[in-house]
């Protein structure tokens, strides 16, 4: 779908789910997210715990696909973000899709993505095409999953790169630093995670992630 046109659906959609409250459907979790039949198509809402939250994270959903990362096309209508609904995905195997997981480390590990795969690994789907969708971002940058803030732990250096690996030995543990600087090669290297950095809005946040690009950068040259 054109951009325009996807841009069009979505503001109708969201149009309908206001028109049409309380008629979601929950899918769990500590942010309100509700799947939504519309006449355009099934969507899912969120508003995170908090405007700053969610804003966050519609801002981090736009910055990986921005770098090309495969994420839900996503729009944001005052507090609340709408996201395509996966359909046909199944769930996320770490067998299956180590390849596509390793190749898309970096990535995550630098927007402090802490929750990359979800407590369940239900933050990454696979989509029928093949392709990983990572379907929930409100645990990257300065906060976490559920709102609150991380304060210092979102600080210049990545130590994602290592904590994501051991919190996540089965899935993420055999990623090596090889594999590492493939990611961040994949995906541009400095230059374009850089100029992604015009999808984050808030100048803080934009502040921190530069430097975490350039401690990256630092580490596999």
Known sequence: MK???LIKTMSQAMEYIGGNRGKGQPLGGSTDAQLHDTP???FVSKRGAHPRHIQNEYDMNRYLNALGVTVPDAGMYDDEMLTEYEEGAEPFDADRDMSQITRDFVPHAAIANWD?????????LR???GSLSYVDVGGAGPYRAQGAPKGRAFGSTVGELDT???KN????????EQDIGQSYDTYGGQDTMNDALQNLRDAQTRDIMQRRIQDIARRVA
């Open 169 to 176: 030995p089965s899935s993420l543990g055999n990623i090596t």
């Open 116 to 124: 990359m795969l979800g407590m369940h690994d239900d933050n990454v």
């Open 164 to 166: 994501l690996r051991e």
């Open 3 to 5: 951009v325009n046109e």
């Open 127 to 129: 989509r029928p095409d």
């Open 40 to 42: 355009q198509g099934r």
